[in-house]
């Protein structure tokens, strides 16, 4: 009866833990850019990006997530969106202009 018991427990805190190791928080990379989500440059510097990091072994959505930010072409938007990205603590920032180096410093 000891070794039910046992199993029981070892196997019930075995269930518990592993639905925490499945939300483990994958590492997030900024991303804070002048132009549109939609423009053709702003795409195209994404999936240049993405490139890279798959190049090294690195897959979105298993190694990392992207946090977005797009000023739409005002950069006078890049203060508020820089603090935005900087709010959620991202492993690295990656910024399009210098503008936006000197939003993401401040």
């Known amino acids: 009866m000891k070794r039910a018991i046992f199993l ?3 196997g019930g805190a075995a269930a518990w833990a592993m639905p925490a190791q ?6 997030v990379i900024a991303f804070l850019n002048s132009g549109a ?3 053709t ?8 990006t993405e490139a890279g990091l798959r190049e090294v072994g690195l897959v979105q959505g298993r190694d ?9 072409g005002d950069p006078t ?15 690295a920032i990656i910024v399009g202009t210098i503008l936006a180096v000197k939003a ?3």
């Open 22 to 27: 499945a939300q483990k928080k994958l590492p």
């Open 77 to 91: 938007r890049f203060p508020a969106l820089a603090a935005e990205l900087v709010e959620g603590n991202p492993s």
């Open 41 to 48: 440059a702003s795409k195209a510097l994404m999936s240049l």
């Open 8 to 10: 029981t427990v070892v």
């Open 104 to 106: 993401a410093q401040n």
């Open 37 to 39: 989500a939609d423009a």
């Open 64 to 72: 990392y997530v992207f946090a977005t930010r797009w000023a739409s």
